[in-house]
């Protein structure tokens, strides 16, 4: 009987961000076979970083099946460029410049890589297994990591424009010679809505107001410390998710005017506010979004987990990329 092409049914998903790394066996099922995590920041250099993430893959694989059943690597990281393979300028990451992290990883595991955004990969992520299963055009808007992404999709097909930076609208100017952002710009929405946008709402309100607050009283002031006090009705802290949201609401607003999507599909961290922060932002939204699709546009929040959705996604593009290996 003649041999055939065994099909390898296994890719690699990894997501960089800021503090940590999380890197995933995901079968062709969308299955997570197995996963572990690393502190990104433990590794200034980037060499050295991609040297210990090498190896920790390597011995993930070798206890979960083996080298010969993975096909290829996807990888998520912020201001990732699809189309060049490197994370190009990212202000929430160490590593300064243009670093051509698939090309350095490929060269390392031998197997193919490919590198996109974490917007990117949210969005394809929420395609293949999440809320944007079955739709063509959508946007995915991430808010976490310290700053927002988005992807926009149309036809089916992700939109990334000529270099490859389509959907930067965190990095719309939402108010001049506003907060400094870590782009080197002013006023970007990004600055007044991500996590860290929170914490500089609430540290205005403290300074401006003289009103006994909970706030005050908080050793660390993030997304679920500053909901707890809303739940215990303190104005302060409903104000400061109102200020937020309704800066969300006009941004996401300018975006639906212009791109008109069946929906936004909201993920990230800051979505744990709830309807703290989503009550206002939908007011918002509602206010300034063009007149003709008032009412069209479904905002929803992502059904998939935090902790798997970006490595799901890594592993989606895996699936795309042209398949590479030394060792055939």
């Excluded at 540290?203 to 660390?220: K, M, T, V, W, Y």
């Excluded at 639906?256 to 929906?263: G, M, T």
């Excluded at 905002?299 to 998939?304: A, D, E, F, K, Q």
């Amino acid at each position: 009987m003649e041999e055939v092409d065994e099909i390898k049914t296994r890719v690699i998903g990894i997501d960089v961000r800021e503090t940590r790394t999380t890197y995933a066996i995901v079968d062709i099922k969308g299955e997570i076979i197995a996963q572990d995590h690393f502190h990104t920041s433990d590794y200034p250099d980037v060499s050295s970083y991609v040297t210990a993430l090498t190896e920790k893959i390597v011995i993930l694989v070798e206890e979960n099946g083996g080298y010969e059943t993975i096909r290829s690597v996807g990888i998520s990281a912020p201001s990732a460029n699809f189309l060049t393979g490197c994370i190009e300028n990212a202000a929430n990451l160490q590593w300064k410049g243009v670093v051509p992290l698939a090309a350095m990883l490929q060269d390392r595991l031998g197997l193919a890589v490919a590198l996109a955004n974490d917007a990117h990969i949210t969005a394809l992520g929420e395609k293949a297994f999440g809320s944007a299963h079955g739709m063509k055009d959508f946007v995915v808007v991430s808010i976490s990591h310290g700053g927002l992404g988005s992807c926009i999709f149309t036809d089916g097909k992700p939109h990334l424009g000529v270099n490859g930076f389509a959907g930067e609208v965190g990095h719309t100017c939402v108010r001049p010679d506003g907060r400094e952002c870590g782009c080197g710009r002013r006023g970007c929405l990004e600055t007044y809505v991500s996590d860290k946008g929170l914490v500089k709402t609430v540290e205005e309100l403290l300074a401006e107001s003289n009103e006994p607050s909970l706030l005050g009283e908080l050793d660390d002031i993030n997304i679920r410390t500053v909901a707890d006090c809303c739940d215990k009705g303190d104005r302060l802290a409903i104000e400061a998710y109102k200020r937020v949201g309704e800066m969300l609401g006009l941004g996401l607003a300018n975006y639906a005017s212009v791109i008109n999507p069946e929906a936004i599909i909201l993920t990230g961290d800051m979505t744990q506010a709830g309807k703290w922060l989503l009550k206002p932002m939908r007011a918002s939204f509602d206010e300034h979004v063009f007149h003709n699709i008032r009412g069209k546009v479904r905002i929803l929040v992502s059904i998939l987990k935090e902790g798997e959705r970006d490595v799901l996604g890594a592993s989606a593009l895996a699936w795309d990329v042209k398949e590479y290996s030394l060792f055939k």
